[in-house]
């Protein structure tokens, strides 16, 4: 077994990652299990700890990294405003999560897509590299196409959709 990661607080300890195995063993009736306790400088440490901890221990969609991305960059500009951070922020969440500047800049459009279209993609009815395409279209633009197309939207060719973005710029 793992060990389930904590983070000593005020109140005790707080888990930062393990949140599923130990919802296992308290199923299992198991009220103990080996813990690591993990040091960090502040919260927002422990915050993209827990990002990294469960973009490991899960097969996330591209969906779900593009969220990742987001959160760990938000908490970066955060400690970029108090001056903790000084460095590359792109750079830095492309490093912790091994992926190319470009990789994650691809992945990060993603966030820009419609609740709906961002659904489809996480039940993979629909193409990350689509999404992509359909990303930089704008809002009204992202749900004309849904109501429009709804499920036949996978079927659609990469061509189709660049087609389909540049008569919607024209």
């Given amino acids: 077994l793992q060990p389930l990661s904590v983070v000593k607080t005020d109140k005790g300890y707080k888990l930062i990652a393990g949140h599923q195995r130990l919802k296992a063993l308290k199923e299992l009736g198991i009220n103990t299990a080996p813990v690591l306790i993990l040091n ?11 990002v990294h901890a469960n973009l490991a221990a899960r097969q996330l969609n591209e969906i779900d990294l593009a969220r990742a991305i987001a959160y760990e960059k938000n908490l970066l500009k955060e400690k970029k ?20 500047k470009e990789t994650l800049k691809r992945v990060e459009k993603l ?13 993979n009815e629909l193409a990350a590299g689509k999404g992509q395409i359909i990303a930089t279209l704008d809002e009204e633009t992202q749900k004309l196409i849904y109501d429009t197309l709804k499920k036949e939207i996978e079927s659609l060719s990469l061509e189709e959709l660049k087609d389909f973005k540049n008569q919607s710029e024209e």
């Fill in 81 to 100: 405003k108090s001056g903790e951070f000084k460095g590359d922020i792109n750079k830095t969440v492309a490093d912790s999560l091994n992926l190319s």
């Fill in 111 to 123: 966030n820009k897509l419609i609740p709906e279209i961002q659904d489809l993609i996480s039940k």
């Fill in 40 to 50: 960090y400088k502040d919260e927002t440490d422990g915050h993209v700890a827990l």
